[in-house]
């Protein structure tokens, strides 16, 4: 019984490790990357042209790459939102859906995932794989502009709305989200 104990705490400690050699060895590299995202920071810039859901101005090309991450921290968050939303709304829930979560990953360091899928069966079930860097990093993106466009423009859409936090069985895995 004690023997298993250690040998969980010695991998555990393993994984822990692992984990911060991987994020020293990144952060030289985040340095000069937060310096370019600072650059081409989220602002709105206008190009002329207009998003569907909003009305306001598309990013440049420039705007449009992705910063650099931040490493998944002890109090980061895996989480699975289960989204229902009203049949009638499901194109324009959609739209808000696809937009906040292009800007979120692009603009925001401690957003690492936003992964959306709809049911096969039910498309009206919306399941978004949504992992956050930190505590701090979820706030953030809670209170951004973004997201509350979303938020509030979508609120009459759902039905119902359960957030699932998870844990990794493999706190090793990482997952590299993107958006073309």
């Known amino acids: 019984m004690i023997e298993s104990i250690v040998r969980s705490i010695g ?3 393993s994984l822990l490790l692992l984990f911060a050699d991987t994020a020293d060895a990144r952060s030289d590299n985040d340095k000069i ?9 989220s602002s709105d810039a206008h190009n002329g042209d207009r998003t569907e859901t909003n009305n306001k101005p598309l990013k440049t090309s420039e705007e449009q790459a992705v910063c650099s991450k931040e490493p998944m921290s002890v109090d980061g968050i895996v989480r699975l939102s289960k989204i229902e939303v009203c049949p009638e709304y499901l194109d324009e829930y959609m739209r808000y859906a696809v937009e906040v979560g292009e800007i979120s990953l692009r603009t925001e360091p401690g957003v690492l995932t936003m992964y959306a899928v709809a049911d096969k069966e039910n498309p009206c079930r919306i399941t978004i794989l949504e992992t956050y860097s930190s505590r701090e990093a979820y706030k953030a993106h809670i209170a951004s502009e973004h997201f509350q ?5 979508t609120l009459h ?22 958006v073309e």
Request: net charge positive; charged share 30%; proline share 5%.
């Open 149 to 153: 466009r979303y938020k509030q423009g």
């Open 157 to 178: 859409m759902v039905k119902s709305l359960v957030l699932s936090d998870q844990t990794p069985l493999n706190p090793a895995n990482r997952s590299i989200n993107f």
């Open 11 to 13: 991998i555990a400690l």
């Open 33 to 41: 990357e937060k310096e370019k995202y600072r650059k081409i920071s």
